[in-house]
């Protein structure tokens, strides 16, 4: 590595009331270097890399860059200083085109002061090309194409703006695997032409693929940082979690009588045709599918939020009325958790009343008191092992992850005939993970049907007894979850 690092962050320290985010940590970056961080859910990630973006103006500590000291005041601080963050929640706007997204914030101008669109457009072509996204069409509304894409065009813009250093806050948590591979092309060209990037991701296969160098964060403090060839993912999940995992589920015990709890037929709408599965009692149906393959909006739609055209649901017994509503599917036994859960929590409002939400009418009142909704969301909350788990905390204080869980938790106060949850790991650490997952496997062991709606062969392979593949809205394979991997499954798609 060549001489000084660009980026020197000493001894940060950072605290949100009783709450120490961050505890005298360390960390550099070199320039054309790929630093990896990683850590559990709330290790402070996010917090360090807000404070090297110009997000948190308040911490100890000192922050060097090119051997000065700096005191950024505002990301926009940071952006002239060549330091760009691309954020774990997207911040692009679908409505605008292409081009707008990738000029958002610098819109190029005429002479005059109007929007110079010609200007725009030749060079956010230009740009496209030089990247390798020339398949991009620069006057399209974003919102036109997949999320991966959407996530892939606010990198690029972040790129475009100048950027030295660039932050990846879990860039490939929404993204296909074909997207994800574009994306660590895109990465690798960029290291060859000097740019330095910050990487954090829970993909730890990935981490050893892109990164040079890996920091390991735990409960605010620094673990260790290692060169990416002298360590492996094994040695990076106990520096992680500071303890061995026990990736093993719960066994699967056999519990079905053959009773069917929930039976789809034939259900087609704009995005999905002819789907139809069982799934019994004490089972597990995966369903897995590329980012786009309308595997998402089909489980929307069981739960009457997307609308369908023609087809049948019903659950224990009970014919669903045709596109019914979301309330009307919770009164019948099920519960769904989307796959973007952040849209569904209410931040401002207390963990217990994020889990009580669907619930109210239930707690005994309308207008349950404290007490009562605390006593009931208390043991889901703690089943899902919420960080930090004071119930009364706004969700929006919580570290990403934590918040997954919250999203969780609200489905296993009452519990549901069939619980449907997409994505039920993304986001997640690797001991949340296989807690998250365990939970689903004792749901099953209890003589309930779950639905696992995602993208992730390793979650869909680890808890299904039935896999299902879709592709292109269709369904192409309907196998046992047995002899199966990755690569059979992605093979299908
Ligand atoms: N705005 C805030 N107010 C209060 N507490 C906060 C705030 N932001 C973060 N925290 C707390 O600081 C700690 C670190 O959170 P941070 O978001 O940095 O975690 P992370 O490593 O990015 O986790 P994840 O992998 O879940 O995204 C957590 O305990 C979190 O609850
Ligand atoms: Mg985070």
């Known amino acids: 590595m060549n001489a000084a690092p660009i980026l020197q962050l000493q001894a940060?320290?950072?605290?949100?009331?009783?709450?120490?985010?961050?505890?005298?940590?360390?960390?550099?970056?070199?320039e054309g270097?790929?630093?990896?961080l990683v850590g559990e859910n709330g290790a402070g990630k996010s917090t360090l890399m807000r404070i090297l973006s110009g997000v948190y103006t308040e911490y100890e500590g000192e922050f060097l860059l090119d051997g000065k000291p700096v005191h950024l005041h505002s990301p926009h601080d940071a952006l002239d200083l060549g330091i760009g963050m691309i954020h774990q929640e997207l911040s692009v706007m679908p409505e605008l085109s292409v081009a707008e997204n990738l000029f958002l914030g610098r819109q190029l101008t005429t002479r005059w002061g109007t929007v110079d669109w010609k200007k725009m457009h030749n060079t956010a072509e230009q740009e496209l090309e030089r990247l390798g996204f020339s398949h991009l069409d620069v006057r399209q509304p974003l919102g036109n194409y997949s999320l991966g894409t959407q996530q892939v065009v606010e990198v690029l813009r972040t790129i475009i703006s100048g950027a030295r250093v660039i932050i990846m806050d879990e860039p490939t948590s929404a993204l296909s695997p074909a997207e994800v591979e574009r994306l660590i092309r895109l990465i690798d060209k960029l290291r060859e032409s000097k740019?330095?990037?910050?990487?954090?991701?829970?993909?730890?296969?990935?981490?050893?693929?892109?990164a040079d160098r890996v920091t390991v964060l735990r409960d605010g403090q620094k673990v260790a940082t290692l060169n990416a060839p002298e360590t492996n993912v094994n040695n990076l999940i106990s520096l992680i979690l500071g303890r061995e995992v026990n990736?093993?589920?719960?066994?699967?015990i056999s519990t079905s009588n053959g009773h069917t709890l929930m039976e789809v037929n034939h259900l087609t709408a704009d995005v999905f045709k002819d789907i139809s599965f069982t799934i019994n009692q004490g089972e597990v149906l995966g369903i897995y599918g590329a980012i786009g393959a309308g595997h998402f909006d089909l489980a929307r739609a069981?739960?009457?939020?997307?609308?369908?055209?023609?087809?049948?649901?019903?659950?224990?017994?009970?014919?669903?009325?045709?596109?019914?509503?979301a309330r009307y599917a919770i009164r019948h036994g099920l519960a769904f958790a989307t796959e973007s859960r952040r849209k569904s929590l209410l931040m401002e409002e207390a963990i217990y009343r994020n889990v009580t939400l669907p619930h109210l009418n239930r707690i005994g009142s309308l207008?349950?008191?404290?007490?009562?909704?605390?006593?009931?969301?208390?043991?889901?909350?703690h089943m899902v092992n919420?960080?930090?788990p004071d119930p009364l905390n706004p969700v929006g204080k919580l570290s990403g992850?934590?918040?997954q869980k919250v999203a969780i938790a609200r489905w296993l106060t009452f519990p549901p005939k069939v619980l449907v949850m997409s994505e039920p790991t993304r986001g997640m650490d690797v001991g949340a993970k296989s807690e998250v997952l365990s939970l689903l496997r004792n749901f099953r062991n209890q003589g309930y049907g779950v639905l696992v709606v995602s993208s992730e062969p390793e979650t869909i392979l680890t808890v299904s007894d039935r896999v299902i593949v879709m592709s292109h809205g269709h369904i192409v394979a309907h196998m046992e979850n047995k002899d199966l991997n990755k690569d059979v499954l992605m093979r299908l798609l």
Do not use: C, W
């Open 367 to 381: 207008t349950p008191t404290q007490s009562q909704e605390l006593k009931v969301a208390a043991p889901a909350i």
């Open 302 to 325: 069981l739960f009457g939020m997307y609308r369908f055209d023609t087809g049948t649901i019903t659950v224990d017994g009970h014919r669903f009325k045709p596109n019914h509503s």
């Open 12 to 30: 940060i320290s950072k605290r949100f009331g009783t709450i120490q985010a961050l505890d005298q940590v360390d960390f550099d970056l070199y």
């Open 401 to 403: 992850g934590n918040q």
């Open 195 to 210: 740019r330095s990037i910050i990487y954090i991701s829970h993909f730890l296969e990935e981490v050893m693929r892109v």
């Open 386 to 388: 919420v960080q930090p």
């Open 33 to 36: 270097e790929i630093h990896a």
């Open 247 to 252: 990736a093993t589920l719960p066994p699967a």
